[in-house]
């Protein structure tokens, strides 16, 4: 399983920007997808995950402002970032228990990350 991050960038603070992660390979069951997010300086921490039914957790940081979904026909990860803070600014990872065809065992995979920059 491949997992590729698109829509980092920078942005002023209170912007919005939406990122997007595509899941390609012998996918029999991607459960569940994740965005972590690493700070300058920081250890990697999780954003939010959702399952393939929808069901979502966020990290307190980010409740109320991003908002994680997936497209489970497309393999997509989604997470829509509103009233971004300078604090927000990290390279971003999507991440995801996958099953794969035909050994149908689970790993876990991350993608190459993304990164995101809020300016004050």
């Known amino acids: 399983v491949q997992l590729q991050a698109f829509g980092g960038g920078l942005v002023q603070a209170g912007g919005s920007l939406r990122l997007a992660c595509a899941a390609s390979?012998?996918?029999?069951?991607?459960?569940?997808m994740r965005w972590y997010r690493q700070p300058p300086g920081k250890q990697r921490e999780l954003v939010a995950s959702?399952?393939?039914?929808?069901?979502?957790n966020y990290a307190d940081s980010v409740k109320g402002r991003f908002t994680i979904s997936r497209d489970n026909a497309e393999n997509t990860l989604y997470l829509q970032m509103n009233s971004l803070k300078p604090e927000d600014t990290a390279v971003y990872y999507c991440?995801?228990?996958?099953?794969?065809?035909?050994?149908?065992?689970?790993?876990?995979?991350w993608g190459q990350g993304t990164l995101v920059t809020v300016s004050s």
């Open positions: 959702i399952t393939s039914g929808g069901s979502t």
């Open positions: 390979g012998n996918i029999f069951l991607i459960n569940p």
């Open positions: 991440n995801a228990a996958g099953v794969t065809i035909p050994t149908m065992t689970t790993s876990d995979y």
